[in-house]
């Protein structure tokens, strides 16, 4: 007899980060189940719809009907799903609380009164730290949000913490770095991924101040990180915040920008003097490496050339479609 794979939910897997998570739990033997109520009119990659292993419903998180009947009975959740990103959330903030802390903790409670088991885990960001120029940054630093979007985030890391004490849950918090890189559905909204179609499509792109560090990670190496929080020995992640990144790939915007120039000589990549973002921090990323064996498998390099060769080669037919934005 065959073992039966585990079953994995991912609420919210249609998305940026969602399909290409998919693809790698697929590849490391989980069965995955995706609900994602798309919003943004992406399509599912066409590998993704050919396996076996693989199902998708439509579903949108803000709904009560239907959650004890689509969520429930896996082994593990993988809460991705919620408006992501700062001006998505600065433009509806009502629907931004419901979506991104009211509508999970919602979830969370009939999973626990349900008396479910496995791993929860739920992805936030490292923006919750905020702007902490001269420091590095651990999971036991402070959270300094501000941005709404974050301040939802480090307000559901605290009470899934608290919620899930005692249970049969396994809590487990991703704080991603700044995600670039390509995925089914690319986003165009993000850092490099933005200014390396400026680039690449205007041949300019501007950067301000260019003094603000950021901790970056490809959307392939968080999936990786996802599974990883899965798959590795419960006492090594239970109850536990995990930055997903790299400490090679905390870089200045100014430095970001020499690299785009490195790759796409033909433009002009130029620092524009005014205040910087105020995201600006300098995270470690020691534990996670440490506590889980987590290494990056694309560099900053790699992808920026990823994406270049993409847009070069008209794989992306309008970088510039709403479908690649999430404002």
């Known amino acids: 007899m065959t073992e039966k794979k ?36 992406q399509s599912l990659d066409p590998a993704l719809s050919a396996s076996s292993d ?25 809460i991705l799903a919620g408006l992501v990103g700062d001006p998505a ?50 999971e036991e630093s402070p959270l300094k949000p501000v941005s709404y979007y974050a301040e939802l985030k480090a307000s559901f890391e605290e009470t899934l913490f608290q919620k899930t004490k005692g249970s049969l849950l396994t809590p487990i ?5 700044t995600v670039y890189g390509l995925a089914p559905r690319t986003r165009f909204d993000l850092a490099v991924n933005l200014l390396v179609r400026e680039a690449v499509v ?21 999936a990786k990180a996802v599974s990883l929080a899965l798959s ?5 992640v239970e109850g536990q915040i995990f930055n997903v990144g790299s400490n090679n790939q905390n870089i200045r915007f100014s430095e970001l920008g020499k690299l785009i120039a490195e790759c796409v000589p033909d433009a002009e990549v130029k620092i524009i003097p005014g205040a910087p973002d ?46 690649y934005r999430n404002a």
């Not at 419903?57 to 959650?67: A, F, K, M, T, V």
């Not at 999973?111 to 940054?137: H, M, N, W």
């Not at 990670?217 to 968080?222: I, L, Y």
């Not at 064996?293 to 993409?310: H, N, Q, T, W």
Request: some cysteine; proline content about 5%.
């Open 202 to 222: 205007k041949g300019a792109a501007g950067i301000y101040s260019g003094e603000q560090w950021r901790p970056l990670v490809h959307v392939r190496d968080v």
């Open 89 to 138: 959330c600065a433009s509806n903030p009502e629907l931004a609380r419901k979506t991104n802390f009211e509508s999970p903790l919602r979830i969370l409670d009939e999973l626990l009164d349900q008396g479910e088991a496995g791993r929860f885990v739920f992805i936030s960001t490292d923006s919750c730290y905020g702007k902490r120029p001269g420091e590095i940054l651990t």
């Open 173 to 177: 918090v991703l704080r991603l770095a």
């Open 6 to 41: 585990r079953e994995i939910l991912l609420l919210g897997g249609a998305g940026y980060i969602g399909q290409e998570t998919a693809k790698r739990l697929l590849q490391d033997a989980y069965s995955v189940r995706v609900l994602d109520s798309f919003i943004h009119s």
């Open 278 to 323: 105020l995201r600006d921090y300098y995270v470690s990323f020691d534990k996670i490496r440490k506590r889980l064996g987590f290494v990056p498998d694309v560099s900053l390099k790699d992808g920026v050339m990823e994406i270049r060769d993409a847009l070069k080669g008209g794989l992306i037919a309008d970088p510039y479609h709403p479908v």
């Open 232 to 236: 590795s020995p419960r006492e090594l």
């Open 54 to 78: 693989f199902a998708c419903e439509n579903y949108d998180i803000n709904d009560p009907s239907r959650s004890r009947e689509l969520i429930s009975g896996f082994d593990s959740y993988v």
